[in-house]
């Protein structure tokens, strides 16, 4: 296996717990770079500009998409969504390891442009237990779960197109595996 990093995707449900296993492992290890989105949705409270994502309006995002500065792009639950290509490109030009956190849609769109990407996709250890989370988490209105419940029922069918499944039982774990699968440990 090489030793050099790669890009890696990290996807699944809404819920699953995608940002709580990547800022844990940030926390011990901020050399993994992960890149931050543009997006159309609006902030959550505690949300900030340039840390979570780049809050962006309808035009701007129209003007990203224009220039060709987004590496891949989607609608997810009635937002747009898509990463910036230049600062991807700088840091696995430098050798840094880097991590996308994007919808399954997203994820497709890097499969084909970069196919030397590892696409991960974390998984709920049940269904009953992605929808407590989403539900308990407390940051989204009914109509707004019931959207992403529905997204999630297409993303865990896609699961056999990802190159690994790691279940969210543990953080830590998850975590673990997730380092290890970047060569950072
Ligand atoms: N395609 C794509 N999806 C993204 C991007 N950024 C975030 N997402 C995905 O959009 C979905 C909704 O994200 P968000 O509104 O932050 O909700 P959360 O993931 O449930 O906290 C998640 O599946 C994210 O992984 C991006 O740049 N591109
Ligand atoms: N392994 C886990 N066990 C129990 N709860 C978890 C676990 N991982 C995440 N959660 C909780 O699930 C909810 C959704 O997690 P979050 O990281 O926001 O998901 P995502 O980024 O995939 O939408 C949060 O309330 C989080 O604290």
């Known amino acids: 296996m090489s030793e050099r990093p ?17 800022a844990h492992m940030r926390k011990a290890h901020p050399e993994v770079w992960l890149s931050v989105s543009a997006t159309t949705r609006k902030p959550r409270p505690g949300e900030r500009h340039g840390v979570q994502y780049w809050f962006t309006g309808d035009d701007e ?55 030397e990407a590892q696409l991960v996709f974390l998984a709920p250890p049940s269904w009953e237990e992605l929808v407590r989370r989403l539900t308990g988490r407390g940051t989204e209105p009914q109509e707004v779960i ?35 699968l970047m060569n950072v440990v």
């Open 6 to 22: 790669r890009l890696t995707v990290l996807s699944g449900p809404s819920g699953v717990g995608k940002s709580t296993v990547v």
């Open 61 to 115: 995002f129209d003007k990203l998409v224009a220039n060709g500065e987004l590496l891949e792009w989607a609608v997810f639950a009635g937002n747009r969504y898509g990463t910036p290509r230049g600062p991807v490109l700088e840091r696995l030009e430098r050798g840094e390891p880097v991590l996308l956190e994007i919808d399954l849609q997203g994820a497709r769109q890097v499969r084909q442009s970069m196919p």
């Open 146 to 180: 019931e959207q992403r419940l529905a997204a999630a029922r297409v993303e865990l069918a896609a699961e056999s197109e990802f190159d690994v499944t790691l279940v969210n039982t543990s953080v830590e774990q998850v975590a673990a595996e997730l380092l290890a």
